[in-house]
C-alpha cells in the first residue's frame, strides 16, 4: 500500500515548456487535489475532483490544467511554464474528510 | 485573503515541556478543523481534528482546543519531544470540498 505517490520528484524547467505532473493514490478514494506550497502562503488549493472526469478550480487555478481520467489518477498540466509556477507541489487524496499527502514535486521554472 | 492565519511562524520549547500552536480564522462557516504535521522534504501527514460540535479533542499527547465564538483553535503538545520538530499547518473546512491551510508554525524542540 503506497498511499499518494507523485511523479517526478523534482524538475527543472524553462520559461514556456510544458509539463505534466502525475498523482497517484492507491487507497480508492474519490476526492484528490492538488496544492502549491510557497514560503509564507501555506498550501494553497489548485485545483481539485471529486470522482472520475470530474474536476474543479481551487484557490490559485490560473496556468493550470488538470485531469482525472482514472480513479486512482490526477495530472495536473502546465502548458506554458512560468517563474511564478515555481513551487513545490503537493497532491492529496480523500474519502470526504482527512487528506492524505504526496511527499511531493520541487518545479524550477527558469 | 487568508482565512485560515497561523500567526507564529516558528516556536521553541525546551523537551517535557507544552508546545502550544495557534490558528485563527475569519469564516463563520467553517466546521472541521485538522492539524498537519510536515517534515522537510515530506508531504504532510495528518496529526489530530475535531468537529465543530466539540470544544476538545484528545490523542496521546496531542490535545485540540476551539473556541468557535473567538475563531481560535490551538495544539497542545505534551510533553514535547524532539521528534516534534516539525512544520504544523492547521487548516478548516465548511463542509464542502475545499480545505484551507495556514501558513505553518516551525516548531523546534530544544533536547
Given amino acids: ?110 | 485573503d487568508q482565512q485560515v492565519k497561523q500567526n507564529s511562524p516558528s516556536l521553541s520549547v525546551q523537551e517535557g515541556r507544552i508546545s502550544i500552536l495557534n490558528c485563527d480564522y475569519t469564516n463563520s462557516m467553517f466546521d472541521y478543523f485538522l492539524w498537519y504535521k510536515k517534515y522537510p522534504a515530506e508531504g504532510p501527514t495528518f496529526l489530530i481534528s475535531i468537529s465543530s460540535i466539540k470544544d476538545k479533542n484528545e490523542d496521546g499527547r496531542f490535545t485540540v482546543f476551539l473556541n468557535k465564538s473567538a475563531k481560535h483553535l490551538s495544539l497542545h503538545i505534551v510533553p514535547s519531544q524532539p521528534g516534534d520538530s516539525a512544520v504544523y499547518f492547521c487548516a478548516a473546512s465548511d463542509g464542502g470540498n475545499q480545505f484551507y491551510f495556514g501558513t505553518g508554525t516551525s516548531l523546534t524542540v530544544i533536547p
Fill in chain 1, 1 to 110: 500500500n503506497a498511499g499518494v505517490t507523485q511523479t517526478p520528484k523534482f524538475r527543472v524547467l524553462k520559461t514556456g515548456q510544458s509539463m505534466t505532473l502525475l498523482c497517484a493514490q492507491d487507497m480508492n478514494h474519490e476526492y484528490m487535489y492538488w496544492y502549491r506550497q510557497d514560503p509564507g502562503m501555506g498550501l494553497r488549493l489548485i485545483h481539485y475532483s471529486v470522482g472520475e472526469g470530474t474536476t474543479a478550480k481551487g484557490e490559485v487555478p490560473d496556468g493550470y490544467n488538470v485531469s482525472r481520467l482514472k480513479k486512482q489518477n490526477f495530472l495536473l498540466g502546465l502548458e506554458s511554464a512560468a517563474p511564478s509556477q515555481t513551487s513545490v507541489y503537493f497532491c492529496a487524496s480523500s474519502s470526504g474528510g482527512t487528506q492524505y499527502f504526496g511527499p511531493g514535486t520541487r518545479l524550477l521554472v527558469l
